[in-house]
């Protein structure tokens, strides 16, 4: 993590040439194993800049709040670059108006299962790319990084950004030794039968309590009006009944289908550690298979559910 | 099971040419089903299909017109890649396949969608009633039992 | 009132005991943490160090989404009120506190909302104070403390040997009767554990100075700085123990009307039927949360209407922190 020293002088460089009039990163949080992200206007700001595994937001999401004419620096990680690229395939951003700093990255780290591994309060968490160093009551305890990693992460497979005007770092992939860790809750519901499939995923909506943060923290739902909220047709209940929370997750994950970045900023907002991204995982692979499509990888091209081809009309047979 | 199975048929108002097959879907078409007409099969968004299984449908069927030969030229595709999908997507998360279908033909053939009914209609009568997305009158999940 | 003991191995069946004639609620251990549930077993009770469940339990009282009444056949009919009288188990101070701030509201002998004070009346709460203060929280700062009073029936201190009950109604006196009376041996231990609880660190925040410096600052615009990164979701609205607001919905389809939580956070929270909208924007917003915390509810009832759970600074997606906000904005401290 040597490397941000730079990112931070490029940040502070393109404010100071006024190339941009905000740089969009994160900076240390108000309690361990948080971090917050930081809107920096100045300069001398840059140098609260952080980046480690508590930074478990997907920073594309404040692109919709901020003017679209306004001159944006952007520290990306490789899903936050590729979310980017997607927003401004459905004309969400102006890439004209970026300045993307592509770093690398080490995976996002689940904080709750920090908390949990550990007995006692945490005073204070230093991620330095390698382990992760507590202090617990005066006293030191490290972990290994990879065992605290978010799912999203250990099966990440787009780690390097993709169009950004520059990548300050070394980008390597994430050293995973697969035999040790088990395998995430999206390989595993794979497995199961279709009744077993059908009764994980009422498990896991019957705890939702309709926050919507899942959907707040995406930085590809922008609607102004999201179905949940249509009076007529109503699609889905406010209430937290089995029938409206299942159409809200179904549905919304159908939504990002060929658009969601795999970023997991969804689960990892969840106050009830809902799990979601095996629902998205798996449209984005069908998405692949089909269409030959994939979330990022280039300018150009449109999600598969926005464009036909007269293709289709040989592939869909009853 | 024993009672008929609940049907809902999403048909394309184009897709069956001949009058006798559009008279008979909307006035012969045996109780248990319901007809949802639509302009276009490219009119059906997943969250109709959605909705019909959540209101107790025991299986959905749409029917519509072939790629090439839509009134609206491509708008049937448009949905086609939609619907598809999101039939896979049910059945991952555990929808017995049998109980969606599609059934697109040419407006040329005649007699189809009676034969497809009455198999798909057989078929779900040998199947029990559905209990996956069923959803309608749910209790309220409530994060406290009282 | 005199304060009774139960020994650690006695609790179960003291808990059997009460389950004979209340339902019991206690937090059961569950995928995301503990919930509150109706127990069957005494053995169900789950509740170790300082945790306290991440779904507040105001949820008792006030459920996400309760049907006010059904229509069938033309006429209305209201759900029945519980039956059973029931124990709250398991309880921290910071959501007693809350209840009882909660009462303000919705039990007032002119305004009464049926359906909590139904359910209010019919419930004893058992708390478990906290021995050492949660992370995130700060009810020491706040006006209360891990073992602050209000809002529960019984007090409850974890000695080494024993549970030490102190009986703060009529009702939790009449509850634990029939225990052995403590003596003054786990009386003083009791007290020990009670005062060092507090964090050495945090001190009183000054309320009434807060809810002036949050008038003085209502029409800056430090309320767009600080909101910047703010999702806009439910988190911390759903999560609060003291977070009150709901609407009203009529839910054709199953011929009910329901009341659900509801967010000012949301933007159609205030959103009118012209379109209007009077908060705007996640400033406004975020000021009316803060405003309604620090500074309405002290104006109404002299005390914060932020009982320092710490849900919302643990579980903020963008760790929004409310003490760092009323910080930035009044330069007064809440810590």
Same mark, same amino acid.
């Given at each position: 993590?040597?490397?941000?020293?730079?990112?931070?002088?490029?940040a502070?460089?393109?404010?100071?040439e006024?190339?941009?009039? $905000?740089?969009l990163?994160?900076?240390?949080?108000?309690i361990p194993?948080k971090?917050?992200?930081?809107?920096?206007?100045? @300069?001398?700001?840059?140098?609260?800049?952080?980046?480690?595994?508590?930074c478990?937001?997907?920073l594309?999401?404040?692109?919709?709040?901020?003017?679209?004419?306004?001159?944006?620096?952007?520290i990306?990680?490789?899903? #936050?670059?590729?979310?980017?690229?997607?927003l401004?395939i459905?004309?969400?951003?102006k890439? #004209?108006?970026?300045?993307?700093?592509? $770093?690398p990255?080490?995976g996002?780290?689940?904080?709750?299962?920090?908390?949990?591994?550990? #007995?006692g309060?945490?005073?204070?968490a230093?991620?330095?790319?390698k382990?992760?160093?507590?202090?617990?009551h005066?006293e030191?305890?490290t972990?290994?990084?990879? @065992?605290?990693?978010?799912?999203?992460?250990?099966?990440?497979?787009?780690?390097e950004? $993709?169009?950004?005007d520059?990548?300050?770092g070394e980008?390597?992939?994430?050293?995973?030794?697969?035999d040790?860790?088990?395998?995430?809750?999206?390989?595993?519901?794979?497995?199961?039968?279709?009744?077993?499939?059908?009764?994980?995923?009422?498990?896991?909506?019957?705890?939702?309590?309709?926050c919507?943060?899942?959907?707040e923290?995406?930085?590809?739902?922008?609607?102004?009006?999201c179905f949940?909220?249509?009076?007529?047709?109503?699609?889905?209940?406010?209430?937290?009944?089995?029938?409206?929370?299942?159409?809200?997750?179904?549905?919304?994950?159908?939504?990002?289908?060929?658009r969601?970045?795999?970023?997991? @900023?969804?689960?990892?907002a969840?106050?009830m550690?809902?799990?979601?991204?095996?629902?998205?995982d798996?449209?984005n692979?069908?998405?692949?298979?089909?269409?030959?499509?994939?979330?990022?990888?280039?300018?150009?091209?449109?999600?598969?559910?926005?464009?036909?081809?007269?293709?289709?009309?040989?592939?869909?047979?009853? | 099971?024993?009672r008929?199975?609940?049907?809902?048929?999403?048909?394309?108002?184009?897709?069956?040419?001949?009058?006798a097959?559009?008279?008979?879907?909307?006035?012969?078409?045996?109780?248990?089903?319901?007809l949802?007409?639509?302009?276009?099969?490219?009119?059906?968004?997943?969250?109709?299909?959605?909705?019909?299984?959540?209101?107790?449908?025991?299986?959905?069927?749409?029917?519509?017109?072939?790629?090439?030969k839509?009134h609206y030229?491509t708008?049937?595709?448009?949905?086609?890649?939609?619907?598809?999908?999101?039939?896979?997507?049910?059945?991952f998360?555990?929808?017995?396949?049998?109980?969606?279908k599609?059934?697109?033909?040419?407006?040329?053939?005649?007699?189809?969608?009676?034969?497809?009914?009455?198999?798909?209609?057989?078929?779900?009568?040998?199947?029990?009633?559905?209990?996956?997305?069923?959803?309608?009158?749910?209790?309220?999940?409530?994060?406290?039992?009282g | 009132?005199?304060?009774?003991?139960?020994k650690?191995?006695?609790?179960?069946?003291?808990?059997t005991?009460?389950?004979?004639?209340?339902?019991?609620?206690?937090?059961?251990?569950?995928?995301e943490?503990?919930?509150?549930?109706?127990?069957?077993d005494?053995?169900?009770?789950?509740?170790?160090?300082?945790?306290?469940?991440?779904y507040?339990?105001?949820?008792? *009282?006030l459920?996400?989404?309760?049907?006010? *009444?059904?229509?069938?056949?033309?006429?209305?009919?209201m759900?029945?009120?519980?039956?059973?009288?029931?124990?709250?188990?398991?309880?921290?101070?910071?959501?007693?506190?809350?209840?009882?701030?909660?009462?303000?509201?919705?039990?007032?002998?002119?305004?009464?909302?049926?359906?909590?004070?139904?359910?209010?009346e019919?419930?004893?709460?058992?708390s478990?104070?906290?021995?050492?203060?949660?992370?995130?929280g700060?009810?020491? &700062?706040?006006?209360s403390?891990?073992?602050?009073?209000?809002?529960?029936?019984?007090?409850?201190?974890?000695?080494?040997?024993?549970y030490?009950?102190?009986?703060? &109604?009529?009702?939790?006196?009449?509850?634990?009767?029939?225990?052995?009376?403590?003596?003054?041996?786990?009386?003083?231990?009791?007290?020990?554990i009670?005062?060092?609880?507090v964090v050495k660190e945090?001190?009183?925040?000054?309320?009434?100075?807060?809810?002036?410096?949050?008038?003085?600052?209502?029409d800056?615009?430090?309320?767009?700085?600080i909101?910047?990164?703010?999702?806009?979701?439910?988190?911390?609205t759903?999560?609060?123990?003291?977070? *009150?607001c709901?609407?009203?919905?009529?839910?054709?389809d199953?011929?009910?009307?329901?009341?659900?939580?509801?967010?000012?956070m *949301?933007?159609?929270y205030?959103?009118?039927?012209?379109?209007?909208?009077p908060?705007?924007?996640?400033?406004?917003? &975020?000021r009316?949360?803060?405003?309604?915390?620090?500074?309405?509810?002290?104006?109404?009832?002299?005390?914060?209407?932020?009982?320092?759970?710490?849900?919302?600074?643990?579980?903020?997606p963008?760790?929004?922190?409310i003490?760092?906000?009323?910080?930035?904005?009044?330069?007064?401290?809440?810590?």
């Open positions: 993590m040597d490397d941000f020293g730079q990112v931070r002088k490029e502070a460089r393109i404010l100071s006024k190339k941009v009039d $905000v740089v990163g994160f900076k240390s949080g108000t194993l971090a917050q992200p930081a809107f920096i206007t100045s @300069a001398k700001d840059a140098n609260t800049l952080i980046l480690d595994g508590f478990q937001n997907n594309a999401v404040f692109l919709h709040d901020l003017p679209k004419d306004k001159r944006i620096g952007f990306c990680r490789g899903c #936050e670059s590729r979310a980017v690229r997607a401004a459905e004309h969400q951003v890439r #004209e108006n970026l300045y993307l700093i592509g $770093v990255c080490s996002i780290l689940d904080w709750k299962k920090i908390q949990d591994e550990v #007995e309060p945490i005073t204070s230093v991620d330095n790319g382990e992760i160093i507590l202090e617990i005066g030191k305890q972990l290994k990084r990879n @065992a605290f990693l978010v799912d999203s992460c250990r099966t990440c497979t787009g780690i950004p $993709v169009g950004t520059v990548i300050i980008v390597h992939l994430l050293d995973l030794d697969d040790e860790l088990p395998p995430t809750w999206a390989e595993e519901f794979e497995k199961h039968s279709p009744e077993e499939r059908y009764q994980l995923f009422t498990e896991e909506t019957d705890r939702c309590i309709r919507y943060a899942c959907r923290a995406c930085p590809m739902c922008y609607c102004a009006e949940v909220d249509h009076i007529m047709p109503r699609w889905s209940e406010s209430m937290v009944t089995r029938g409206g929370t299942q159409a809200w997750h179904l549905i919304r994950a159908f939504h990002q289908t060929g969601c970045v795999e970023c997991g @900023a969804c689960e990892r969840c106050p550690d809902i799990k979601m991204t095996y629902m998205t798996k449209l692979a069908d998405m692949k298979k089909k269409y030959g499509f994939e979330v990022g990888a280039d300018d150009e091209k449109q999600p598969p559910f926005a464009t036909i081809t007269l293709d289709d009309k040989n592939r869909f047979v009853s | 099971m024993r008929n199975p609940r049907i809902i048929l999403f048909q394309c108002q184009f897709c069956l040419a001949s009058s097959d559009q008279d008979w879907v909307e006035q012969h078409l045996p109780g248990h089903i319901k949802v007409k639509v302009p276009c099969s490219g009119r059906i968004s997943p969250l109709f299909i959605m909705n019909a299984f959540q209101k107790g449908a025991d299986g959905v069927m749409v029917s519509g017109c072939l790629p090439e839509c030229i708008s049937n595709m448009g949905a086609r890649r939609q619907l598809d999908e999101f039939r896979d997507f049910l059945i998360l555990g929808l017995e396949p049998e109980r969606f599609f059934v697109w033909m040419n407006i040329s053939e005649r007699g189809v969608i009676q034969k497809e009914i009455s198999v798909f209609s057989a078929e779900l009568k040998a199947m029990k009633p559905n209990t996956k997305f069923n959803t309608l009158k749910g209790e309220i999940i409530e994060q406290y039992h | 009132m005199t304060s009774k003991v139960i650690k191995d006695a609790l179960n069946k003291t808990i005991g009460w389950m004979r004639s209340y339902d019991v609620i206690a937090p059961v251990s569950s995928k943490g503990i919930h509150f549930r109706k127990i069957s005494a053995k169900e009770f789950t509740l170790q160090g300082n945790q306290k469940p991440n507040p339990p105001k949820s008792i *009282f459920p996400q989404s309760e049907v006010l *009444f059904e229509i069938k056949d033309g006429s209305y009919s759900p029945e009120a519980p039956k059973r009288r029931q124990i709250i188990l398991g309880m921290r101070s910071c959501d007693a506190r809350a209840a009882w701030l909660l009462d303000t509201v919705f039990n007032q002998a002119e305004e009464l909302d049926l359906y909590w004070a139904r359910k209010r019919k419930a004893l709460v058992v478990f104070g906290c021995a050492s203060m949660c992370s995130s700060f009810c020491d &700062t706040v006006g403390g891990p073992f602050g009073k209000e809002g529960s029936d019984v007090m409850v201190t974890e000695l080494d040997e024993a030490y009950l102190e009986p703060l &109604t009529e009702a939790g006196e009449k509850l634990t009767e029939k225990l052995d009376n403590a003596e003054s041996g786990h009386s003083k231990a009791a007290k020990e009670q005062k060092s609880s945090h001190t009183q925040a000054d309320l009434s100075k807060i809810n002036e410096k949050l008038y003085e600052a209502f800056t615009p430090i309320w767009k700085e909101s910047e990164s703010c999702l806009g979701c439910g988190v911390c759903y999560l609060c123990p003291t977070c *009150f709901f609407d009203i919905v009529d839910e054709v199953r011929s009910e009307r329901v009341r659900n939580w509801d967010t000012c *949301f933007r159609i205030s959103q009118e039927a012209s379109g209007h909208n908060r705007p924007s996640k400033a406004e917003r &975020t009316q949360r803060i405003m309604h915390k620090f500074a309405y509810w002290v104006d109404n009832e002299k005390a914060s209407g932020c009982t320092g759970c710490g849900r919302c600074v643990a579980l903020c963008v760790n929004l922190d003490r760092e906000m009323v910080q930035v904005i009044t330069g007064l401290p809440i810590q």
